[in-house]
């Protein structure tokens, strides 16, 4: 009898240090998923970010000068290029097609392609107002009149 006894002695020990056993397991496992959200996510949110702009790239933008007619639109989504033409810009909003609409606005960046082709260097700059469905970008005095501006917006 004592090999019997010996089995249900260890059955005893296993039943009782069971729960205790899946308690620590649990843990370690939300520490390891904390860990590797921690590390990870916003890698995640970055790359879910770009599959979504990439999602969008075929949708068209138009913009609206005030002094100008901007033309030549190219891209789409978020980010493109445009034409300053008929006058003198003082800034274009960038009307985002409707399927289009962040949550609260835009953030935006821009640049002047055609002053650096000459080598003439424009500092990037950025929106100046925005709404879920536009943003506002102001044209530095630097540019001229048929200047190709680049642009490039994330909504946020």
Same mark, same amino acid.
């Given at each position: 009898?004592?090999?019997? @006894?010996? !089995?249900?002695?260890?059955?005893?020990?296993?039943? =009782?240090?069971?729960?205790? $056993?899946?308690?620590?397991?649990? *843990?370690?496992?939300?520490?390891? $998923? /904390?860990? $590797?959200?921690?590390?990870?996510?916003?890698?995640?949110?970055?790359?879910?970010?770009?599959?979504?702009?990439?999602?969008?790239?075929? *949708?068209?933008? +138009?913009? #609206? /000068?005030?002094?100008?007619?901007? +033309?030549?639109?190219?891209?789409?989504? %978020?980010?493109?290029? $445009?034409?300053?033409?008929?006058?003198?810009?003082? &800034? #274009?909003?960038?009307?985002? @097609?409707?399927? !289009?609409?962040?949550?609260?606005?835009?953030?935006?960046?821009? /640049?002047? =392609?055609?002053? !650096?082709?000459?080598?003439?260097? #424009?500092?990037?700059?950025?929106? #100046?107002? %925005?709404?879920?469905?536009?943003?506002?970008?102001?044209?530095?005095?630097? &540019? @001229?009149?048929?200047?190709?501006?680049?642009?490039?917006?994330? &909504?946020?």
């Amino acid at each position: 009898m004592e090999p019997f @006894d010996t !089995l249900v002695e260890q059955k005893e020990i296993i039943t =009782k240090a069971w729960p205790s $056993f899946v308690i620590v397991a649990g *843990v370690m496992a939300a520490i390891l $998923f /904390g860990i $590797f959200q921690w590390t990870y996510g916003a890698q995640i949110e970055h790359w879910k970010g770009l599959a979504e702009q990439n999602a969008l790239a075929s *949708v068209p933008f +138009t913009a #609206v /000068g005030a002094g100008c007619m901007p +033309t030549n639109f190219t891209g789409a989504g %978020s980010a493109g290029t $445009f034409t300053l033409a008929g006058g003198r810009c003082t &800034a #274009v909003t960038i009307l985002m @097609d409707s399927a !289009l609409k962040a949550p609260n606005g835009w953030h935006c960046s821009a /640049g002047d =392609k055609t002053a !650096l082709a000459h080598n003439i260097w #424009v500092p990037q700059w950025y929106e #100046v107002a %925005s709404t879920p469905r536009t943003a506002t970008i102001p044209i530095p005095l630097a &540019a @001229d009149a048929m200047d190709v501006i680049t642009f490039g917006c994330k &909504a946020y």
